[in-house]
């Protein structure tokens, strides 16, 4: 139903940023909870981040005080800030949504989400 794409990604040194966004189209965007899985080669996908319809978030304890979730409903787009990236952040960042959730719901478990993105990568050098 909803239909969503990643930009933002790329190669950064060790301590440098990145803004990951996800455009959605094709449903009302203000009814998803919004998540940021990302997945590593050989690794399980691993929650990073998830924000509410509320507008309230959770971060994994990896992305905490580093990352930071957010969305603007009025251009239909969810954001990840990354801030000092470490090359154990490599992966692949996928967006998430999930329309099955009150106000204030976030998911936090990967395989839960409704509709997912193809994905960006990210690759942090030492």
């Known amino acids: 139903q909803v239909q969503l794409v990643e930009s933002g990604g790329g190669l950064v040194q060790a301590g440098g940023s990145l803004r990951l966004s996800c455009a959605a189209s094709?449903?009302?965007?203000?009814?998803?909870?919004m998540g940021w899985v990302r997945q590593a080669p050989g690794k399980e996908r691993e929650f990073v981040a998830a924000i509410a319809r509320s507008g309230g978030s959770h971060h994994a304890d990896s992305a905490k005080g580093r990352f930071t979730i957010s969305r603007d409903n009025a251009k239909n787009t969810v954001y990840l800030q990354m801030n000092n990236l470490q090359p154990e952040d490599t992966a692949v960042y996928y967006c998430?949504?999930?329309?099955?959730?009150?106000?204030?719901?976030?998911?936090?478990?990967?395989?839960?989400?409704?509709?997912w993105g193809l994905g960006t990568q990210v690759t942090v050098a030492s």
């Open positions: 998430a949504a999930d329309q099955r959730m009150s106000m204030h719901g976030i998911r936090t478990t990967p395989r839960e989400y409704e509709y």
């Open positions: 094709g449903g009302t965007f203000s009814s998803y909870a």
